[in-house]
């Protein structure tokens, strides 16, 4: 049978060479990886030379939508980009909405491969079959959404495009991806490697149909689906918040993250809410391509630095560039969060690298003249001042670019205690010392020190806070379940939010595809996707393993001063146990690295090997 | 129990993830009650944590924990927002 979902070719860009070619999209290729985040993982496996360094024209970018991505699956818009990361040296991906990855199936490909570095600033221009390298000389040092909008105006704006700021221009290390004005790819800092090739913009438009196995069957189902979702309760109370729904809840239960995670409880935290957003700041709804519950919240808001529009806040730019630097007002962090979008830096990085900079500098780690003006928390001046010198690379922004690790290294004096990070990626926004199930899940992401594999707090509080129990499975679990929606191209927000089962993607997928795969055998690709990742970083980064798993010394040795958490910390004993149960139960080594037999079975006896030749002992 | 004159019905539905975590994981019980009995009551001789929740709703409006139900209330349990 023909497979549905797939264009059956991918799309190698040279910007070195100014050349394109395309390549089919193997067999092996869709039945071990699917698609998406699986793509990618595979694609950089193969591609990025051992050793290469991330900011280098050797690294690959590989922009994959996933075979649901398109077609009339709910929320089926999303799309995955991933390139060996500069923030961590290893394995990195993110993951962005809008109505960038449609477009990409519809000009033809499942995934696009870029490599090389063009001599000037470049659009890279897909039109269907024809491929352009325009001049972006002008568009270079342009903010994200500006840029975006210039290229709109030129292109026609039915072309769909991505696009980076001065933050990926100057190689900052959480560089983002920015699209429709307000979507990001945020993390790891794909941006900055699209400023290291001197990729300013990829613009995509497509006018074919995407191939769809049955579609009388997938249509009725994708309707059903529709009409499943606007009928579920949540459906009323989750769409007009969005993610700023949960920031009361966050602080009720003592993991917001506050003054650089100094604690967890913000007492201002019902002045940067979800009421006080859609009451104060909220113009409209904003959705991404085919979404029945549009969590995007287009904004204005004033303050005495004028007035900005943008989308959002969400949830987690509330938590890093609110509540972690303290803001106190939803105007405010809507400021902050439009400054940080227009410059091109992840939001959640950016919040933690303007914390960790306040409060060196109140430790007197980091001095006046070091950075040029007094900082402090819950200052509008001080925050913005921050993320413009961290975007050009000024003065102390050039080594705040680097991220909390690196700048942690060089600033010494115990602040490597308060550089909030794991493997060198800045935590999101959940503080995790009285909920072990999420911070197992935080320092075992294949990524650095994200919640979107596994988010399990709730899971902690039905099964007590204190308890070590369980704790690893059930992270394992969620790692295999939220990052196949990425591995499918769609959202997976109808699922955790407003809680539509599961079953509809398994039911779906073999009607699109052809494919004859259960959830379970969906799962097994995941898992198997999961152990790749985990050996990409392996492979890149010497002497990898479990040391790069603790989270920062604050977490398992200052206890909350304050708030419900008040007391608590994981000590390190306890995030040892974690993880050895942890590695145990993924078949990996004590040392956190998959073992030659989990890896042969999941068909990955060629990463084995070259684990073999680096001298893992597996 | 049903048919006690002295209790009241009361549906408590959990929309979103944290329905996995109530009595028979179903996310859906139907319960008697003896009034009056804080919503916050209810769940805890369930062995049901508050905090799996955000909020509550009531004929489409928010209620506190401290709601004490009325007889055939149907109050549905909100699941915190996980985000992406
Ligand atoms: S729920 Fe939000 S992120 Fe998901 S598809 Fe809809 S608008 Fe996009």
Redesign the interface.
């Known amino acids: 049978m023909k497979l549905g979902g797939y264009m059956g070719k991918i799309l190698e860009v040279d910007l070195t060479a100014k050349k394109s070619r395309t390549f089919p999209t193997g067999e092996d290729l869709i039945r071990d990886y699917v698609g998406g985040r699986g793509f990618v993982a595979k694609l950089l496996w193969d591609l990025v030379p051992r050793g290469a360094d991330p900011l280098s024209p050797e690294n690959v970018v590989v922009i994959a939508p996933g075979p649901l991505t398109g077609v009339f699956v709910p929320a089926s818009g999303k799309v995955h980009m991933g390139a060996k990361s500069p923030a961590t040296g290893g394995y990195g991906d993110s993951?962005m909405g809008g109505h960038f990855s449609p477009e990409i199936k519809y000009a033809g490909y499942d995934a696009l491969v870029v490599r090389g570095k063009a001599e000037k600033p470049v659009v890279l221009v897909i039109d269907d079959d024809k491929v352009s390298f325009e001049d972006a000389g002008d568009l270079w040092g342009k903010g994200a959404i500006t840029a975006e909008k210039i290229l709109k105006d030129r292109l026609g704006e039915d072309f769909q495009i991505a696009v980076i700021g001065p933050a990926g221009e100057n190689l900052v290390k959480f560089a983002c991806i920015s699209h429709d004005f307000g979507r990001q790819a945020g993390r790891t800092g794909v941006g900055a490697v699209w400023g290291s090739k001197n990729l300013k913009a990829v613009a995509v438009r497509g006018s074919r149909t995407i191939p769809v196995a049955q579609p009388k069957e997938a249509f009725s189902k994708a309707k059903e689906m529709y009409k499943t979702c606007f009928h579920?309760?949540?459906f009323?109370?989750?769409t007009p918040y969005?993610?700023a729904?949960?920031v009361?809840?966050?602080n009720?239960?003592g993991a917001f993250p506050t003054k650089n995670f100094s604690t967890t409880y913000f007492e201002r935290h019902n002045r940067i809410n979800g009421q006080s957003l859609k009451e104060r700041i909220l113009i409209t709804d904003k959705g991404c391509f085919g979404c029945p519950t549009p969590c995007g919240k287009y904004s204005r808001a004033q303050t005495r630095l004028g007035e900005v529009l943008v989308e959002g806040p969400?949830?987690?730019t509330i938590a890093l560039l609110g509540g972690n630097v303290a803001l106190g007002e939803i105007e405010e962090v809507a400021y902050a969060n439009r400054v940080a979008d227009e410059l091109g830096l992840d939001t959640i990085s950016a919040g933690n690298v303007a914390a960790f900079a306040i409060e060196c500098f109140e430790k007197g780690l980091l001095s006046r003249e070091q950075i040029g003006r007094n900082l402090s928390w819950g200052d509008l001046e001080s925050v913005v001042y921050l993320l413009e010198k961290m975007a050009r690379r000024e003065g102390i922004g050039d080594l705040l670019a680097e991220g909390v690790k690196v700048a942690s290294e060089k600033i010494g004096g115990g602040s490597e205690r308060f550089a909030i990070h794991v493997k060198g990626l800045e935590w999101s926004?959940y503080e995790a010392r009285w909920a072990p199930a999420m911070m197992i899940s935080y320092i075992t992401c294949d990524v650095g020190a994200h919640?979107?594999r596994s988010?399990a707090?709730?899971f902690d509080?039905?099964k007590g806070r204190d308890s070590l129990e369980g704790k690893a499975d059930k992270a394992i679990e969620l790692q295999h379940i939220r990052p196949l929606f990425d591995v499918l191209g769609l959202c997976?927000?109808q699922w955790?939010?407003?809680?539509f089962e599961l079953e509809n993607y398994a039911e779906i997928f073999p009607m699109v595809t052809g494919l004859g795969y259960s959830w379970e055998d969906l799962i097994k690709v995941s898992e198997r996707i999961w152990n790749l990742t985990r050996a990409f970083s392996a492979r890149e980064i010497p002497g990898f393993g479990r040391s790069f798993d603790y989270p920062p010394a604050r977490f398992m040795e200052e206890p909350v001063p304050d708030g419900p958490a008040k007391g608590k910390f994981l000590a390190r004993e306890s995030v040892d146990r974690l993880l050895d149960d942890y590695y145990a139960k993924r078949g990996w080594t004590k040392e956190g690295i998959p073992t030659r037999s989990k890896l042969s079975e999941l068909g990955l006896d060629f990463v084995a090997e070259e684990l073999e030749k680096d001298g893992y002992s597996i | 129990m049903k048919g006690d004159p002295a209790k009241i019905r009361v549906t408590l539905?959990a929309?979103?993830?944290?329905?996995q975590?109530f009595p028979g994981g179903s996310?859906k019980v139907e319960i008697y009650v003896t009034p009056p009995r804080t919503l916050e009551g209810i769940l805890e001789d369930l062995c049901v944590?508050k905090?799996?929740f955000?909020f509550a709703?009531v004929e489409?409006k928010k209620v506190g924990f401290d709601y004490v139900p009325r007889d055939g209330d149907e109050v549905?349990l909100?699941?915190?927002?996980?985000?992406?």
């Open positions: 993951n579920k309760p949540g009323k109370t989750w969005g993610t729904e949960v009361d809840w966050v009720k239960v969400e949830y987690e926004g919640h979107n988010w707090i709730t509080v039905a997976r927000l955790v939010e407003i809680g | 539905s929309m979103g993830h944290s329905a975590y996310g944590a905090d799996l955000m709703l489409d549905v909100v699941s915190p927002v996980m985000g992406g």
